[in-house]
């Protein structure tokens, strides 16, 4: 067997390769035989009918039998031969395929291309300068936390001197007609309650409902829009018959010990309620400063490190990010099958990033294999113990699953990504900074 290796880039190999006419013939007359034995040909014994009526019966499942004998070893040699880590299957590409009509009289030959790792030599990764910006916690932002648990506490109670306004519960029974559609079904949904006003309420529903009192009914239209997050209201017209039931408003508990007290979590006072929620509050500004830091040190990192990236790697990781995007979707009650979205376009712009995932993913690999970095199986187990404690499943099912789908390999790599990512951070000349607050849109 010959080959010739052609350097397509850093990142792309293909390999020539030629297999001499003895070998394919070889191949080609053992596997005839193998037919001959096994043949019924009419007017011939079983298994004695001539070669040449054997190889014209079943002339293409010879050939391919020929190719599956030989092809798979002829290109693990020949990747091996030239010292390759092919990443995923070689592509194969027959040079001329007239010469498979006629095995064993001329050589095979093919070309197969791989993606590999570029070559990556590593410029400086220690000692890189970042600013820490840390957001910080004010009076301001723990009374606003401290008034969305009082929000989470509130009380519905009934509205008897008023009519409903802004802000107020409203308790309908619906009865539905679709406008263009009067064969549909029609939608009945009972003790259903809207906040007026609040986020996610069609504007029309609010608009129709404020100013009423139980036992009052509306009639009105609303026009869903094309992307309503229920794909069987989305673009329709329907209009509703309400039947109040029940006016209520938010009545918001005192803010007092007592109520501090009936949160649970050892809070005796209002005090001790405003210390713990600034206390996590500075828990998240600290993380948030955390992961803007890393980013920082990314930058940097990417800026000195220019280098190709396989394509397969790519694909892989933009299929990967597409397929986050339609589980995000379809948690959102959105089916990604009727949402007029040009995925070509999406694909393209997820491309972008799915390219500095696998750089930065292949440089903190770098780093960790420079410094002798290693993850423990106790540390990839501590990590499914809590995948395993975060999606509130079995331990054993989770580790079932990861193991079937080579997770804790995964699970492994992204490990020790995460060492070298700290070990960046903790050799970095980092300066405490001041905090910008972020710009609006």
Known sequence: ????????????????????????????????????????VPG????????SVVRTRYKSEIRSEVLRELLPQAIHNAIHEHSLTALGDPQVEFDNTQDMEHLGEASLKLKIGV??????????????????RTRPVTDADVDKMIEGLRDASASLQPVEDRVSESGDTVTINARGKFVDEPEADEIKVDEVEVVLGGPGVMEEFTENLTGVSADESRTFTVDYPADYNSSGLAGKKIEYVAEVTAVRKKELPELDDEWAQSLGGDFDSVAALRARVREDLELRSKAESDRQLH???????LDAH??????????????????????????????????????EAAREDLKVQAEQDVRISMLLEK????????????????????????????IEQVRAALTKNGGERSIAHRLRNRKAL????????????????PKEG
């Open 367 to 394: 780093i960790a294999e420079a410094e002798n970095i290693t993850v423990s199986d106790e540390e990839v187990e501590a990590e499914i113990q809590s995948i395993a404690t975060a999606s509130q499943q079995p």
């Open 115 to 132: 993606d590999v790792l570029p070559e990556i030599t590593l410029d400086t990764y220690k000692g890189l300068e970042a600013d820490r």
């Open 1 to 40: 067997m010959k080959t010739e290796l052609i350097d397509v880039s850093p990142t792309r190999k293909e390999i020539e390769i030629e297999i001499e006419p003895a070998e394919v013939r070889s191949a080609y007359d053992r596997v005839t035989q193998q037919y001959g034995k096994a043949a019924t």
């Open 422 to 437: 700290d070990l960046l951070t903790e050799n970095a000349h980092v300066t405490d900074a001041e905090w910008i607050e």
């Open 306 to 343: 220019k280098f190709e990236v396989p394509q397969s790697l790519v694909e892989e990781q933009t299929n990967y990010r597409l397929q986050g995007v339609a589980r995000e979707m379809m948690g959102r009650g959105i089916d990604p099958r009727r949402v007029e979205l040009n995925w």
């Open 295 to 301: 980013d920082d040190l990314i930058r940097k990192l």
């Open 44 to 51: 011939f014994r079983p298994g004695h009918a001539p070669t």
